[in-house]
């Protein structure tokens, strides 16, 4: 259990962080989403103890990380950045690593052989390949055993067949009641792995959810239409009673079940239509409206945000 | 967080990178061989020294000629020791490991301060016996009086300029930045500081300049220096102190 509360990080003038409250729960894998320079790296940093939060508070199973009795068999972290030296072997890093701990040598030969990298724990790490070097920050974050595992952006630079092992072990060290936090840029990502999703953008929290929830929420269907005759139509159309949006490019929206009411009151009213075709919104596509919104509302800072509530509102007004 | 296992730890990390290995290695051919040189060198000059100079004449401090610049290469070390740890993003990988940031720079600190110790006093032996054999007739003996405290004080100063040089790059964190400062430093600067008329009162309390008095067994003639050979050593423990204490306090509040 990882628990966070009104964590704040302050650069200079920017807010890289802004008062994140939630809790990672053990048993599911939880994502942690949001576009590049949301402030997702920085709060794991601040997880882990490596950053001085400017305000608020986190804890790991009820304690700040540095009261931790050998944190690593609490929590192991994979970071986005390299943290190893380049001219120590791999064994050799994750022995330093586990004597720290007081974690038994042969965890170390146990999780390399758990990452694939037993055949050149010897060699120095210089010659790693990006993917390689993942593979050795996933060891040391299994190193301890721990009960809670983070991971920062764990599918940078792998291969495809490396992207399905780390979801696979992710999934299935959830499935043994671990506490997994993955963070990510890619809602597509996060739809395959995570149960449960923390949504920030421009440092604040946007959404804490399920997964199934957001999908639910937000893969919903809607109808493009596109006219040369957009005034008449949109006379048509409100006189029947559809809502229509315009969704800018001339192009109008309106909600899931109404293709076939907008064709016929189309053919009715003898208005060309140039294209009339059902959607289905991705969840890309919901996020990026999700984080749009905090970049619009950030830009304006009005009232504190009812996060939870706030997100997919915009799509229900749409449909 | 039991020290023990930090230390341990901290024991792998520096048996493990080759930066060890070299730089204590450089400290110690570099010591002995100039040391030897030099030692050679002033046997052969000795006949022509005027009677002044010989009654200054100090064979255990020549035979410790090496050190100038032996001292870089640890320097070396201790800077590499502390600052690959940021330049290669390790460090975020060990405070992970050790948050109580106090244990693992001091620990740290202790590993490679007490390999140092070991390189430095079996040098300063090495380099004492060697360069005595070089100096012929004109050599000191370790029984002699003041020898084996300028002995094992060569071996000492080794280390405190290794401990001073980690205190600095816990400061500084950068590698370039750190050499950048100490190398010309204590290669230049503290020596044209210590010997110029006008800033000598100021350089000779300096860390070398007054850390390597205790490698002197023959005051010369018109010395005024304000300490004595373990005073000396006791103002450089001093700067050291001042390092470690300054690299601590920046450590404890920055963001890894």
């Given at each position: 259990?990882?628990?966070?509360?009104?964590?704040?990080?302050?650069?200079?003038?920017?807010?890289?962080?802004?008062?994140?409250?939630?809790?990672?729960?053990?048993?599911?894998?939880?994502?942690?989403?949001?576009?590049?320079?949301?402030?997702?790296?920085?709060?794991?940093?601040?997880?882990?103890?490596?950053?001085?939060?400017?305000?608020?508070?986190?804890?790991?199973?009820?304690?700040?990380?540095?009261?931790?009795?050998?944190?690593?068999?609490?929590?192991?972290?994979?970071?986005?950045?390299?943290?190893?030296?380049?001219?120590?072997?791999?064994?050799?890093?994750?022995?330093?690593?586990?004597?720290?701990?007081?974690?038994?040598?042969?965890?170390?030969?146990?999780?390399?052989?758990?990452?694939?990298?037993?055949?050149?724990?010897?060699?120095?790490?210089?010659?790693?390949?990006?993917?390689?070097?993942?593979?050795?920050?996933?060891?040391?974050?299994?190193?301890?055993?721990?009960?809670?595992?983070?991971?920062?952006?764990?599918?940078?630079?792998?291969?495809?067949?490396?992207?399905?092992?780390?979801?696979?072990?992710?999934?299935s060290l959830a499935a043994q009641g671990r506490t997994v936090f993955v963070s990510s840029h890619l809602m597509s990502?996060?739809?395959?792995?995570?149960?449960?999703?923390?949504?920030?953008?421009?440092?604040?929290?946007?959404?804490?959810?399920?997964?199934?929830?957001?999908?639910?929420?937000?893969?919903?269907?809607?109808?493009?239409?596109?006219?040369?005759?957009?005034?008449?139509?949109?006379?048509?159309?409100?006189?029947?009673?559809?809502?229509?949006?315009?969704?800018?490019?001339?192009?109008?929206?309106?909600?899931?079940?109404?293709?076939?009411?907008?064709?016929?009151?189309?053919?009715?009213?003898?208005?060309?239509?140039?294209?009339?075709?059902?959607?289905?919104?991705?969840?890309?596509?919901?996020?990026?409206?999700?984080?749009?919104?905090?970049?619009?509302?950030?830009?304006?800072?009005?009232?504190?945000?009812?996060?939870?509530?706030?997100?997919?509102?915009?799509?229900?007004?749409?449909? | 967080?039991?020290?023990?296992?930090?230390?341990?730890?901290?024991?792998?990390?520096?048996?493990?990178?080759?930066?060890?290995?070299?730089?204590?290695?450089?400290?110690?051919?570099?010591?002995?061989?100039?040391?030897?040189?030099?030692?050679?060198?002033?046997?052969?000059?000795?006949?022509?020294?005027?009677?002044?100079?010989?009654?200054?004449?100090?064979?255990?401090?020549?035979?410790?000629?090496?050190?100038?610049?032996?001292?870089?290469?640890?320097?070396?070390?201790?800077?590499?020791?502390?600052?690959?740890?940021?330049?290669?993003?390790?460090?975020?990988?060990?405070?992970?490991?050790?948050?109580?940031?106090?244990?693992?720079l001091f620990s740290k600190i202790a590993v490679a301060a007490g390999l140092a110790l070991v390189v430095g006093m079996?040098?300063?032996?090495?380099?004492?016996?060697?360069?005595?054999?070089?100096?012929?007739?004109?050599?000191?003996?370790?029984?002699?009086?003041?020898?084996?405290?300028?002995?094992?004080?060569?071996?000492?100063?080794?280390?405190?300029?290794?401990?001073?040089?980690?205190?600095?790059?816990?400061?500084?964190?950068?590698?370039?930045?750190?050499?950048?400062?100490?190398?010309?430093?204590?290669?230049?600067?503290?020596?044209?500081?210590?010997?110029?008329?006008?800033?000598?009162?100021?350089?000779?309390?300096?860390?070398?300049?007054?850390?390597?008095?205790?490698?002197?067994?023959?005051?010369?003639?018109?010395?005024?220096?304000?300490?004595?050979?373990?005073?000396?050593?006791?103002?450089?423990?001093?700067?050291?102190?001042?390092?470690?204490?300054?690299?601590?306090?920046?450590?404890?509040?920055?963001?890894?």
């Amino acid at each position: 259990m990882i628990e966070l509360e009104g964590l704040t990080k302050r650069y200079g003038e920017k807010l890289a962080v802004n008062n994140l409250t939630f809790a990672v729960r053990p048993g599911i894998v939880t994502g942690f989403l949001g576009p590049n320079g949301a402030g997702k790296s920085t709060t794991m940093r601040m997880i882990l103890g490596l950053d001085r939060p400017t305000a608020g508070d986190v804890r790991i199973d009820g304690k700040h990380y540095d009261r931790l009795r050998d944190p690593l068999t609490y929590i192991g972290a994979l970071l986005e950045a390299k943290a190893w030296h380049p001219g120590r072997s791999a064994y050799n890093h994750l022995l330093c690593l586990a004597q720290s701990n007081g974690i038994p040598r042969r965890r170390v030969d146990e999780v390399l052989e758990t990452v694939g990298l037993s055949a050149v724990a010897r060699k120095k790490t210089k010659g790693f390949s990006m993917g390689m070097g993942q593979r050795l920050g996933i060891a040391a974050a299994l190193l301890g055993d721990p009960r809670i595992l983070m991971f920062d952006e764990p599918v940078n630079g792998l291969d495809p067949e490396g992207i399905h092992w780390i979801r696979t072990l992710m999934k299935s060290l959830a499935a043994q009641g671990r506490t997994v936090f993955v963070s990510s840029h890619l809602m597509s990502e996060m739809a395959l792995t995570a149960d449960h999703l923390v949504v920030i953008g421009q440092g604040r929290l946007l959404a804490d959810t399920s997964m199934a929830d957001f999908i639910a929420r937000n893969s919903r269907s809607y109808v493009r239409v596109r006219s040369p005759e957009r005034e008449k139509l949109l006379d048509v159309l409100h006189r029947a009673g559809v809502t229509v949006v315009e969704a800018g490019g001339g192009v109008l929206e309106a909600g899931g079940g109404e293709a076939e009411r907008i064709g016929e009151l189309a053919a009715e009213n003898r208005i060309v239509l140039h294209e009339l075709s059902p959607q289905q919104a991705s969840l890309e596509e919901a996020f990026m409206r999700l984080t749009a919104e905090s970049v619009e509302y950030h830009a304006h800072a009005e009232a504190p945000p009812a996060p939870q509530r706030q997100w997919g509102e915009g799509w229900k007004k749409g449909s | 967080m039991a020290a023990a296992q930090v230390i341990r730890s901290e024991w792998t990390k520096i048996r493990s990178v080759a930066s060890t290995v070299w730089t204590l290695s450089l400290a110690v051919v570099v010591t002995i061989a100039l040391g030897m040189l030099i030692s050679a060198l002033s046997r052969n000059e000795f006949d022509k020294l005027s009677a002044r100079d010989r009654a200054d004449f100090d064979p255990t401090f020549i035979s410790f000629a090496g050190m100038s610049l032996g001292q870089l290469a640890m320097i070396v070390f201790g800077v590499l020791v502390v600052s690959n740890e940021y330049s290669t993003g390790m460090i975020r990988s060990s405070l992970a490991a050790v948050p109580q940031r106090g244990t693992f720079l001091f620990s740290k600190i202790a590993v490679a301060a007490g390999l140092a110790l070991v390189v430095g006093m079996a040098t300063s032996f090495a380099t004492f016996f060697l360069g005595q054999a070089m100096l012929g007739g004109h050599r000191a003996h370790i029984g002699d009086e003041g020898v084996l405290r300028a002995v094992i004080g060569g071996g000492l100063y080794m280390t405190l300029i290794a401990m001073f040089s980690m205190g600095v790059a816990a400061m500084l964190r950068s590698p370039m930045l750190s050499l950048g400062i100490l190398m010309p430093f204590f290669f230049l600067i503290s020596n044209i500081l210590g010997n110029v008329d006008a800033t000598k009162k100021v350089g000779q309390f300096l860390p070398d300049q007054a850390g390597s008095k205790i490698m002197q067994v023959v005051t010369p003639f018109d010395d005024d220096t304000p300490y004595g050979p373990w005073g000396g050593l006791g103002i450089m423990a001093l700067w050291v102190l001042a390092a470690l204490a300054g690299g601590y306090a920046l450590l404890k509040k920055r963001d890894a």
